[in-house]
Structure formats: structure tokens, C-alpha cells
């Protein structure tokens, strides 16, 4: 993972009073266009459609590190987990065929919650499309609901345009993933190279749009009279680079914040304006009063309905500000007084400057109040348990333990929800999760990705015992590339959250969600992967801390209640007031 | 209450294009009635569509925003009714 150079060797000679370009493939002229683009990273798999770059690549070595992952879902969630850590883009390779349908998922869930990602794959000859050729499939058609762009490419000269193209559809605006296809022919053509051209701009796409002045004057108005501000923090903040003008727009307002689950991290937990976080596992205290503010202000995040409850119920008594740079998004859930279509830095500069400075201790006080009651009746009693461990507070130490400061990469599940609950995030891009989608297999090679987009930084995987074993394979990877990854699995020998669903609304019918699991410890040190297991309250500290202090990649099984519930919880069809803080007395 | 609906869209004429305008009416569930796309006579590198859908106006209207977005997409109108979508399929018509 050392800093590789990145310059392109010239493309054309001089030769006597003539410039000749130099004739190159297809498979050379997309390697370039990469570097050129600032790629140090490709996650890939071979195959034979993409053979002729594979071969490429095998000249280009000291300037592209290519990592080999086990299954193309490892490859996609790798290049996601590298570009939410880093803001970069994100790289993978795939073949045809199944190569490239195994990217659909991780394509599916990048689209969702807008992380820029451009995937790479082969495709067969030209003349053999639509012809049932070995391992051909329509990915551009299969993709195109799971992609922000797609094309596919059937010509070499074709070829730079397009990753140009890709790069700048993939990190611009709303950030997403793009797939580029190409076919084998293209890849081998061999073709005069002409100097890479950067994509500064598409006719038919404006990323960003012109703040409006007007819709900054009617929010400030708004925010102005308001009694009962309240700020609901999205991932926009974190993708703009906004951090800290959410924190200055907050601290002179006076205005209480709290964030999504992929805005964890967006806004620091120990600051005195934060009062938690939302959604169907979140604190009390936001929930509660998003039903009692007076003014809403979502900066860069949009109404998913794990937010927003039954939408019928919510915050029907507000004044909805909505800021995203999204305009699709502005009124598809809930219906705004002011829209505010920008980027979150550009809007929350310009809030800065129209809204006055103000105080809302009294109306912070009643998020902490009703905070305090959550604190007695779940936390405390989480975090000083009798019994079997409990997943709480394995994450209260992690995040002791780190300060707050590692990247935390969770899968899907209950483990993920406690620990977006309890994991004290004091910086943007520290939190890297699956949240629109919820993939399940997402958090191991997310965490690779991660490990390889913030290489100064220590990762750690959080991931059930379900999750891990979707895509267990990518233990491969670490061993073989010796990825310093944390893997810290919170076994209940569950699928948790869908038993947890079972026992509460489904008369504890626990229809196949017990899961008689391996022996974990065995499986990672198979893969030369130094593991442990801790089943004793009394040997939890220790064995977190060994984890953290280990040089190089380390597992941690930590066996926790195998019929623990996360509370609070908003009952699906439920007003987000109406959270419960336990198991309703009659299921 | 559902009503026609005229959708009047202008867009780079690449491959693909017609699935991801269809694949976004179809994921809302909008019916199709009619639907004609046509290629730039000047330029064959633009053209557009016309379709002729029945749904409410607030999910015509977020079928827009959505449609906008889509990367080849130049400009998007919705007008009410069917009689735009005769007038503009008969002035294709009459060009071809």
C-alpha cells in the first residue's frame, strides 16, 4: 500500500520533424486512463472476456496495485468500503457473464446510498453480442437500475472517453456508481494513443446545482422564527465536506442536531448540540421530538423511511426545510415548505451568513431528558449486564478503547444497529456501512476497500455471524495481501434482527434464523489469521485490546446472548413517537 | 385521481436510453399507454420521446424529477392530458 507513481510515460515521438503516436491496445489505453484519473487501486477477479486487460495489467504493476479478491461481490463492496473512507473513486474489475452479474448487489447498494464507484468489465467480441456466446450477458440492460451511467463500449478509441466519462458521472453531484463495459476486441485492438482527456462537463448534466438565493432567504426566515429548530444531518454533510460548517451553522443557531445513519460521523457525538441518532434503532430523544419541533431542517439526507416511521405520522406539525442537491429527492417523502437545492456546503455557508445567532438550551434539554430516560432504562443496563455478553457492551470498550477514531465498517443486522448506537464517531468517513440496500456480506471486503483507502487509519469490521459467513471468502484476500483489518464478529448464532422481528410480531416463531455455525477461530487461522474467542465478560477488555494492538490482520469472536433485542425500536407502520424502549407487554 | 399525462422528453440518442426512461415509469408502476421515440432529423445523435402515461400529477411529477436525472436526458415536460401526445406523434409522423 505504499504511495505508487502515477505518471504515464508520453505517447508520442518526435520522429525527424514528425510526431508519431504511439500505437497501443485497448486493454493499455484503459490502464492509462486510470492512472490518469489518480487510480492506485483496482479490487478484481479474471476472467476471459477480460483477459487482454488482465495481461496489460500484468506490465503495469508498479503503478496499479490490483488486489485479487475471492468473488466479484468482494471486489464491488472492496472498491465502495476504498472510496467512503478515502472520497476517491472507488475501482473494480470484473469479467463477463457471472463475473459481472456478481457486481450487481454491491452496484445495487453503491446506488443507494451514493458512493462513487466506477466497475470495469470484459464483455465478448462485438460480432458475438446478443448471440448467447459463452458468458455473455446484457449487463449494461441488467445494470441500468442498479447504475447512475452505464455504457458499454465496443471500440477502442472509444475507450478513454468513456473512463473519462465515468469518473466524472461517478464523483460528481450526487456521487454513484457507473459500470463501463468492453468488449474483448476492444480491449486487443491496437490503435494510436492520444493524450487523455479529462471529462470536464456533459451537455445534458448539471451536477451542481446554482444556490438560489431566494430559497436561502426563505429558510434563514424560517430558521430565524423558529422555537423548536431541528437539524436531521444526512450523508450529503460528509460528501460535501461539510462537517464544519454543519458544526458552525449549528453552534450559531443554537440548533440541535442529529444524524442519519449514514450521516454518523458527519457531525461529532461529543459535541453539546448533538442529541443522537435517528431511525428505527435510534436514540430516544430524536425520535420523539421530531414529532414536536417546530422548524426541520434535513441537510443532505432524504426521508428514507427507516427515518421517518409511518410518513402519515411525521412531523406533521413542522415547517420541512429539506437541503439536497438531489432535486429528485425534494418532496418524494415528505412535502417541504422550503426546498433548498444545493450542495450542503454551498446551502449551509449561505445559512450561516442570512440566520441569526441564537440559544435553544431549553429545547436541547428536553432531547437530554428524554435521552436520560433511554440512558436508565436500555443503556445503563447494557452496558453493566449479568448474564452472557451482550453486543452493547462490546462496542462501548471498541469505542473506548479507539476514542472514537477508528474506522468502523458494519455489516447488516443487530450488531450494526448497536454499534451505530453505542460507536462514539468523532469524525466524518470513520462510520462505512450498508444502509439503503442493507447487504448482508457487505462489511469484510468493505473493510479491505477501507484499509486500503485511509491506510494510516485502524479498521475494524463489526459483523454478525450471518453477514460474515456471506462473504467469509475474502479472508483469502486479507491473508494473501496481509490486509491489517480487525475483524471482530458478534456471534449469537442468529440471524438476529430478523429473530428479533420473529419474537416480537411474528409469535416467536423462529422460522430459520438459528444457524449452527463453524468453528471461527479454526477458519480464520486456516487462512493464517491470527483469531481469538471470547465468551467471559471478565475477558472481553483484554482480548479487544490485543485485538486493536496486533500488527496485521486479527480476528475476534466475541459470543454474545443469542435472544438479545436492540431497543428503542419504531415498530414497522409506527410514528416515530411512538418508539418503544422495550418489548410491548402483549406480543 | 389518475389522469393521462403527456411526458415530452429530449435526450442524447444513446443506446439505452429508451430502457432507463421506461425502467423508471415501469419501478412506479406507471402505465404506458402510448410511447413513440424519435431520432434528431438534423442530428442523429439527439432525439427524444413521447409517451402517454395515466397517473396521478404528483407521481407525474416525481416520475420528472427522476427523468431528469438520468444522464442523457436534456429536458423533461409534462403536460396534461393526451391531445399534446397526438399533436407531437403526428408532427413525427409527418416528418418521417
Redo the contacts between chains.
Keep these: 500500500m505504499d504511495a505508487l507513481q502515477t505518471k504515464v510515460e508520453p505517447i508520442q515521438k518526435t520522429v525527424g520533424e514528425r510526431i508519431v503516436l504511439e500505437k497501443i491496445s485497448g486493454s493499455e489505453i484503459l490502464l492509462r486512463s486510470l492512472i490518469e484519473e489518480g487510480v492506485e487501486t483496482i479490487f478484481g477477479y479474471p476472467g476471459g472476456a477480460i483477459m487482454p486487460v488482465y495481461d496489460a495489467l500484468y506490465h503495469y504493476a508498479d503503478r496499479l496495485t490490483h488486489i485479487l479478491v475471492r468473488h466479484e461481490q468482494g471486489a464491488v463492496h472492496a472498491a465502495q468500503g476504498f472510496a467512503r473512507v478515502s472520497g476517491k473513486v472507488g475501482v473494480a474489475l470484473a469479467t463477463s457473464g457471472p463475473g459481472a452479474t456478481n457486481l450487481v448487489t454491491g452496484l445495487g447498494d453503491a446506488l443507494i446510498d451514493s458512493t462513487p464507484i466506477v466497475c470495469i468489465t470484459g464483455q465478448v467480441f462485438a460480432h458475438l453480442l446478443g448471440t448467447d456466446a459463452f458468458q455473455e450477458t446484457d449487463v ?2 441488467t445494470t ?2 442498479v447504475t ?5 463500449v465496443t471500440e477502442a478509441k472509444d475507450i478513454a472517453s468513456a473512463v473519462a466519462k465515468a469518473f466524472y ?1 461517478a464523483r460528481t453531484g450526487r456521487p454513484g456508481p457507473v459500470l463501463v463495459d468492453i468488449t474483448k476486441n476492444a480491449q486487443n485492438e491496437i490503435i494510436e494513443a492520444s493524450p487523455y482527456k479529462k471529462c470536464e462537463g ?4 448539471r451536477p451542481k446545482p446554482l444556490l438560489q438565493n431566494s430559497q436561502v432567504e426563505d429558510a434563514a426566515r424560517l430558521i430565524n422564527t423558529a422555537t423548536k429548530p431541528y437539524i436531521l444531518a444526512g450523508q450529503g454533510i460528509i460528501l460535501s465536506g461539510a462537517t464544519d460548517e454543519l458544526i458552525a451553522f449549528s453552534e450559531k443557531t443554537g440548533i440541535p442536531v442529529a444524524c442519519t445513519l449514514l450521516g454518523l460521523g458527519g457531525f461529532p457525538t461529543n459535541h453539546p448540540n448533538y442529541v443522537g441518532f435517528l431511525g428505527m434503532h435510534g436514540n430516544y430523544g430524536p425520535n420523539v421530538l421530531t414529532n414536536d419541533c417546530d422548524v426541520l431542517i434535513g441537510i443532505g439526507m432524504r426521508f428514507d423511511d427507516r427515518v421517518t416511521g409511518n410518513v402519515n405520522k411525521y412531523a406533521k406539525q413542522a415547517k420541512v426545510i429539506h437541503v439536497d442537491i ?3 429527492e ?3 417523502i415528505i412535502q417541504t415548505q422550503v426546498a433548498v437545492h444545493a450542495d450542503a456546503k454551498e446551502a449551509l455557508n449561505a445559512l450561516i451568513a442570512k440566520c441569526n445567532s441564537n440559544q435553544h438550551r431549553e429545547w436541547i434539554n428536553r432531547f437530554r431528558a428524554l435521552n436520560e430516560i433511554e440512558n436508565e432504562k436500555i443503556i445503563q443496563k447494557e452496558f453493566n449486564p449479568s448474564g452472557p455478553l451482550v453486543m452493547a457492551e462490546v462496542i462501548h470498550l471498541l469505542s473506548e478503547f479507539t476514542k472514537g477514531e477508528a474506522v468502523i465498517v458494519t455489516d447488516v443486522g443487530q450488531h450494526q444497529m448497536t454499534t451505530s448506537r453505542y460507536y462514539q464517531y468523532k469524525n466524518p468517513r470513520t462510520s462505512i456501512t450498508s444502509g439503503g440496500a442493507g447487504t448482508m456480506g457487505f462489511a469484510l471486503p468493505a473493510a479491505m476497500g477501507a484499509a486500503y483507502g485511509a491506510p494510516s487509519r485502524q479498521v475494524v469490521a463489526v459483523i454478525g455471524d450471518g453477514g460474515y459467513q456471506m462473504t467469509i471468502q475474502e479472508l483469502g484476500t486479507i491473508m494473501q495481501y496481509k490486509i491489517p483489518v480487525k475483524i471482530l464478529v458478534l456471534n449469537n448464532n442468529f440471524l438476529g434482527m430478523v429473530r428479533q422481528w420473529q419474537e416480537l410480531f411474528h409469535g416467536k416463531r423462529y422460522s430459520f434464523t438459528e444457524m449452527d455455525n463453524p468453528d471461527f477461530v479454526k477458519i480464520a487461522e486456516a487462512y493464517a489469521i491470527k483469531a481469538n474467542k471470547v465468551t467471559r465478560r471478565e475477558d472481553l477488555a483484554a482480548a479487544i485490546e490485543e485485538m486493536l494492538d496486533f500488527k496485521g490482520p486479527y480476528f475476534l469472536e466475541a459470543v454474545v446472548g443469542k435472544e438479545d433485542n436492540v431497543f428503542p425500536m419504531v415498530p414497522a407502520g409506527a410514528s416515530v413517537s411512538d418508539i418503544l424502549l422495550e418489548a410491548p407487554q402483549k406480543i | 385521481m389518475k389522469q393521462d399525462f403527456t411526458i415530452e422528453l429530449s435526450a442524447d440518442n444513446n443506446f439505452s436510453v429508451l430502457n432507463r426512461i421506461v425502467n423508471i415509469l415501469n419501478r412506479r408502476r406507471v402505465r404506458i399507454k402510448k410511447l413513440m421515440g424519435f431520432e434528431d432529423e438534423n442530428d442523429f445523435r439527439r432525439g427524444g420521446v413521447i409517451l402517454l402515461v395515466h397517473t396521478t400529477a404528483d407521481l407525474a411529477e416525481k416520475c420528472k424529477l427522476q427523468l431528469e436525472k438520468l444522464i442523457e436526458v436534456d429536458e423533461v415536460k409534462v403536460h396534461d392530458g393526451g391531445t399534446f401526445y397526438l399533436e407531437l406523434s403526428e408532427r413525427i409522423v409527418d416528418v418521417d
Design positions: 449494461v440492460n441500468i437500475p447512475k451511467w452505464n455504457v458499454q458521472i456533459i451537455r445534458t448534466y438531489d432535486k429528485a425534494i418532496n418524494k
